[in-house]
């Protein structure tokens, strides 16, 4: 069963204009989440992160959602750019009695236009 | 800056082949993981471990075994390699309960035929 869900595989913006990805997960034991960032022919690459105790993260031009009753998160970019164009990896973990193991989602294909 | 290393970017074998794929990170990091990437799939664990001779399970361990000899090296063994293992293999390292701490390689693209 896929515990972490990106329902949009791909997503296309233009350049300036605000991208928004979205991720649900099913595990109610995770309180931790995490974006990640792949670019072709490379890992992935942390973009941001929240703890469930939080219900927003910002770092810049990124920020993190989370509404932990609907079980959601988003990431917001304001504004995107074409080098944002990646595939995006909402990931979550259940803590310390993970030991840090994250559970990834499907990712999305974002492309902003110039 | 860490760096998680993956011996090989492309490989390419045969069908019931024994297969091994190395990682060695340079941080000290006592955890590792391997990850494949599948198209519609994401990222899905199949061990990791949490120091040197530990090992566990990770969503689909089925057709794999590891082995963790020394703290910075991880190895992923297919130990009867099939078509259904073409894949992209990521490495990563971290340090114990830090989840921001992930640190990937650039991964092996491996192709059974």
């Not at chain 1, 219900?55 to 031009?61: M, Q, T, Y």
């Not at chain 1, 840090?100 to 110039?114: H, K, M």
């Not at chain 2, 566990?56 to 020394?70: A, F, Q, T």
């Not at chain 2, 293992?85 to 693209?109: H, I, K, V």
Request: charge should be neutral; charged fraction near 20%.
């Amino acid at each position: 069963d896929q515990q972490v869900k990106q329902n949009s595989p791909s997503l296309s913006v233009q350049e300036g204009r605000i991208s928004i990805l979205n991720c649900d997960y099913t595990n109610s034991m995770f309180d931790y989440f995490l974006w990640y960032k792949k670019y072709p022919a490379e890992g992935p690459t942390f973009l941001i992160s929240i703890s469930s105790i939080k219900d927003k993260n910002e770092d810049g031009r990124f920020t993190v959602f989370l509404n932990k009753s609907a079980k959601h998160l988003s990431l917001h970019i304001v504004p995107s750019q074409p080098g944002d164009s990646a595939v995006y990896f909402c990931a979550a973990s259940a803590g310390e009695t993970s030991g840090s193991r994250l559970t990834f989602g499907e990712g999305t294909q974002l492309t902003v236009n110039p | 800056d860490v760096k998680v290393t993956q011996s090989s970017r492309y490989l390419v074998k045969r069908t019931g082949e024994k297969v091994f794929l190395e990682c060695v990170q340079d941080m000290d990091h006592e955890n590792m993981f391997w990850y494949r990437q599948d198209p519609g799939l994401g990222l899905r664990l199949i061990y990791f471990s949490y120091d040197v001779k530990m090992k566990e399970k990770g969503d689909i361990p089925e057709g794999y075994s590891v082995s963790r000899e020394k703290k910075e090296r991880f190895s992923l063994i297919l130990e009867s390699a099939s078509t259904n293992q073409t894949s992209m293999y990521l490495c990563a390292s971290s340090l114990f309960a830090d989840p921001n701490g992930y640190t990937f390689g650039s991964g092996t693209r491996l192709t059974v035929v």
